[in-house]
């Protein structure tokens, strides 16, 4: 693993893209407003904006330096962080609070499927780089 792909910087800006997005709507708690249900721990939803924020960043820095090597755990770590997102938004359906709104059911199914998405694109080509 030399220099990553064009489709990897692709994937990876993409990818950056949806983080820094979302982070700019957590950090100031835009999205919790069209959720439809009360949030109760501000410091928590500031730490997902940060943390958003630091895998954009980070994301564009894997992009602008293309080492795969020097990425290779990067990249596994951003791929599993995914993964997990996906496990806890899933185990987040067995709330009753959460899934008798409509409003969390329409950014559960749009936030997923981005989470999917990404996910896919980002196992895709790190499986296709490490060959």
Do not use: H
Request: glycine share 6%; net charge neutral; with cysteine.
């Amino acid at each position: 693993m030399t220099e990553i792909s064009k489709g990897y910087k692709i994937a990876l800006l993409l990818i950056a893209g949806t983080a820094l997005v979302y982070a700019a709507l957590t950090f100031y708690k835009s999205i919790y407003g069209m959720l439809g249900f009360p949030y109760y721990d501000p410091v928590s939803t500031r730490s997902v904006g940060v943390t958003l924020l630091c895998l954009g960043i980070f994301n564009i820095l894997a992009v602008m330096r293309a080492e795969g090597e020097n990425l290779r755990l990067y990249l596994e770590f951003v791929i599993i962080w995914m993964m997990i997102s996906i496990i806890t938004n899933t185990v987040s359906l067995f709330n009753p609070q959460l899934v008798s709104s409509p409003n969390f059911m329409a950014d559960f199914s749009i936030t997923m499927a981005i989470i999917i998405n990404n996910t896919v694109l980002a196992l895709y080509f790190y499986l296709k780089e490490i060959k």
